[in-house]
């Protein structure tokens, strides 16, 4: 089974930059779906963006667009999420996830998670 460990989070001010760090395990990296979600206490775990494979399609939550980028190097089996302009609304952990399914964009469609990363972004 694939670990996953996420990193890069801390607490920033509105409207600074943040990227988080997605490090995964074993050779079928390249193979999976990556998702990013986040949760904040007190509310449901939600949909951030997800990449496929190659990196070729990319799809965010309305709350993120154009704000948020996810990518990925499967050379260093690796997924990336840039996040500017940040608000303090974004507030959550962070969590990266695989998936068998493009376009996923609930946790039902996520097969293995990791422990998260925090961000606080301050007003």
């Known amino acids: 089974q694939v670990q996953l460990v996420e990193s890069g989070g801390g607490l920033v001010q509105a409207g600074d930059s943040l990227r988080l760090f997605c490090a995964a395990s074993?050779?079928?990296?390249?193979?999976?779906?990556m998702g990013w979600f986040r949760q904040s206490p007190g509310k449901e775990r939600e949909f951030v963006a997800t990449i496929s494979p190659s990196g070729g399609y990319t799809y965010y939550a309305d709350s993120v667009k154009g704000r948020f980028t996810i990518s990925r190097d499967n050379a260093k089996n690796t997924v990336y999420l840039q996040m500017n302009s940040l608000k303090p609304e974004d507030t959550a952990v962070y969590y990266c996830?695989?998936?068998?399914?493009?376009?996923?964009?609930?946790?039902?469609?996520?097969?293995?998670w990791g422990q998260g990363t925090q961000v606080t972004v301050s007003s």
């Open positions: 996830a695989t998936s068998r399914v493009v376009r996923g964009t609930t946790e039902r469609f996520y097969e293995n």
């Open positions: 074993g050779r079928t990296f390249s193979t999976y779906n």
